[in-house]
């Protein structure tokens, strides 16, 4: 039983540049959260997809968006990359947003020089 | 609004038993969760408790909540190094959206 998959793992960009990070829900998931936790900081709600739509949306900007595929997997995108966009990129799913605990996967380490 | 608080740094000898505490400000909090993060690791689901249940046992795991003071602890019986790491508690409603704390860094001595 495949659990929730990201990638890549790591990426090193720009400022300015523009990045998307993939989810794949673990199987039997249909919703998709994304979270983004700084260095030392607990993780921080950026936006929930489920039936392909964005159900709900925390305190970050229009820079970042997302999409949620048929197959319930989702993508992350972030525009105009910011130095403090360097963070861990975590993917959590879920069973209908909040029926059942939300996993998460192993994240993505981005990183803005 | 919208607030978790956890202490920051816990330090214990193996076979002793830990004890991680937590405080939420949201009573419309549906689920309360205890995750684990390894170093360069995602999070791990270590258990979770229904706001309307004051207690939950999982093996070495004990979750206890007191609702009226919004209160959340976890213990750890028989504490092992391999349980060194940072331990988050998060309050979810059933929409899903998940509120941690900051993080609490267990050091477990040998």
């Known amino acids: 039983d495949a659990g929730v998959t990201q990638s890549p793992t790591h990426l090193i960009k720009t400022r300015g540049q523009q990045v998307t990070l993939r989810c794949s829900p673990k199987?039997?998931?249909?919703?998709v959260s994304w979270y983004q936790q700084a260095l030392g900081q607990g993780p921080q709600f950026i936006f929930q997809?489920?039936?392909?739509?964005?159900?709900q949306r925390g305190n970050f900007p229009d820079r970042f968006s997302g999409h949620q595929f048929p197959n319930y997997s989702s993508e992350l995108n972030v525009n105009a990359l910011l130095l403090g966009d360097s963070a861990l990129y975590l993917c959590?799913?879920?069973?209908?947003?909040?029926?059942?605990?939300?996993?998460f996967g192993d994240g993505t380490r981005l990183s803005i020089l | 609004g919208e607030d978790v608080e956890q202490s920051l740094f816990l330090s214990v000898r193996e076979g002793d038993s830990s004890v991680i505490n937590c405080t939420y400000t949201d009573s419309s909090s549906t689920y309360l969760y205890w995750y684990k993060q390894e170093p360069g690791a995602g999070l791990q689901l270590l258990t979770y408790?229904?706001?309307?249940?004051d207690m939950k046992q999982d093996q070495r795991l004990t979750v206890l909540l007191n609702k009226k003071d919004k209160h959340l602890s976890l213990r750890i019986a028989d504490t092992q190094t391999g349980d060194s790491a940072i331990y988050f508690c998060?309050?979810?409603?059933?929409?899903?959206?998940?509120?941690f704390g900051q993080g609490t860094t267990l050091q477990v001595k040998p």
């Open positions: 199987s039997g998931h249909d919703t």
């Open positions: 408790i229904f706001s309307n249940m």
């Open positions: 959590a799913s879920s069973f209908r947003q909040g029926v059942q605990p939300q996993h």
């Open positions: 997809y489920y039936e392909e739509e964005e159900r």
């Open positions: 998060a309050e979810g409603s059933n929409t899903g959206k998940l509120i």
